[in-house]
């Protein structure tokens, strides 16, 4: 028996790195997948980088004030070679023809140098070739076929850049284009810069339009499907046998329970928003200890148990409150002073709690507090005969003969040392050990509450006391309950952290 439980350990904690390596594993995997899935989300609209390898930075346009950046080339592999077919995107055969004309005009050039030993634009396949590009130059503007990849902009900027370059603001676009590819415009300037401006300004801008058939769905052709298959494999087979395993492990927990369980997995499964992938490649990452995300968790949280803390107050609160003004406006205080005087009192402990109480607060007042404000009761109650004393007009008739200036002093201390004493020494009996006391102040206590209770009863006080305590609760939810912020919820949860920390200290 020792043997095995010796073994036992080492089995856990083998069983432990295994299960942690899987994790891991599926975790990089997932996190693979999510990048991919970026990847396919962003290539789109950042087709024209990967194609160019080329950023603009420190570019902006702000109203009549443009400023087109400084160019950065970055080194990148023939991504759009690539990823292209997985998207459904083919060439757009016009915008193919128009760039494969204008080398073949290169071309035609270079030849025509090589064998006359002259810059000449006279040969008639040169001849051709301009009249071929006037013609397609404006049934592209007018076709515009950069609407089907969303690209109209492009054309609007390959129009500008046109008309800046032939620098005649009142032409329009297509006359800009057929000046250009005229010879007069070529042979008044150098060929070579001509076609190199088109190379560098205008050839990107055509270069990055593309055809992207429409499916039987409705929808454009996208195979990201079946790139996305093997990880749906594997995240369907982690799925399936993690549930599983939770099922035969944990007591009452079904096989549809667990996959509920891990409901954020489905979303791995699911070829829709596939960005929301984020929420289970975050949790696989935590889990398998890549990242640490116990911090925002427990803001997270927070956060939530706060709103939910703030709604349930209110709505608690405002019920209790809503109950009680429904008792009262049914009468229930009147039900209640009604059963009162017929209902006997139940006593648990044969002990009056209510004048216990009124002895033990009578007993603190003279022994401790009395003692403590006696030079101020002193005070307060030789003013008042000074007071007294002074709007008499016999005394003041009296106040001049010598001698009673100082008898009136006199008798203000005796008097006021007189009923100073008299109330300690009231207050000092009554908190004595006397049985018969003690029965009346019972007695007293109790007519005082049947006195109390009788006067209620009366129609006039009844109702006055009702609509009182009615629209009192009514102001209660108005200033306190509805006025419940997240601010005062979150104060409240840092005094919680706070203490909690002090605890951990």
Known sequence: MSSIQRLTPSKSKRKFRLALLWERAVALVASLNYLLVLFDLTYLPLRDFWLHGEVQLLSFDIGPVSFSGLPLEVPLPPITQWYDPIKGIQPYRD????????????????????????????????TQLLEDLRQRSVE???????????????LEKI???????????????????????SQANLTAKDPENELEFFNEEIRPLIQANYYRPIGETGDFVDYFGLVDFPFFLIFLTDFLGRTWFISRQRTGVSWLDAMLWRWYDIFFLIPLWRWLRIIPVTIRLDQAKLVDMSAIQKQARQGFVAEIAGDMTQVVVIQIINELQ????????????QQREVRPYID???????????????????????????????????????????????????????????????????????????????????????????????????????????????????????????AFLEEVKVNY?????????????????????????
């Open 348 to 470: 648990l402990n044969e002990t009056d709690e209510v004048a216990a109480l009124t002895k033990i607060m009578v007993q603190m007042t003279v022994n401790q507090v009395f003692p403590a404000i006696r030079t101020d009761i002193e005070d307060l109650l030789r003013h008042n005969v000074d007071k007294i004393l002074n709007q008499s007009q016999a005394y003041q008739g009296l106040e001049r003969v010598p001698g009673v200036e100082t008898i009136r002093n006199q008798l203000t201390e005796q008097l006021v040392h007189q009923i100073t004493q008299a109330l300690y020494d009231g207050l000092d009996a009554a908190i004595a050990d006397d049985p018969v006391g003690d029965q009346i102040l019972q007695r007293l206590i109790r007519h005082l509450g049947e006195a109390y209770g009788s006067q209620m009863q009366t129609q006039k006080t009844l109702d006055e006391i009702q609509y009182l305590l009615n």
């Open 159 to 181: 129009k500008n850049k046109m008309r800046e370059h032939i620098a005649n603001d009142e032409d329009s676009a297509k006359e800009a284009f057929i000046e250009f590819w």
């Open 326 to 337: 429904s008792s009262i406006r049914q009468g229930e205080i009147a039900n209640f002073l």
């Open 140 to 154: 592209m503007i007018e076709t515009n076929p950069f609407q089907l990849a969303n690209k109209t902009g492009d």
């Open 95 to 126: 915008t193919e023809q128009y760039l494969d004309k204008v080398d073949e005009l290169k071309a035609e050039i270079d030849a025509t140098n090589l064998r006359t030993k002259l810059r000449s634009l006279q040969s008639p396949e040169v």
């Open 481 to 505: 309950v509805e006025r419940l912020s997240q601010e005062d919820l979150e104060d409240i949860l840092d005094q919680t952290r706070a203490i909690r920390q002090k605890r951990q200290v």
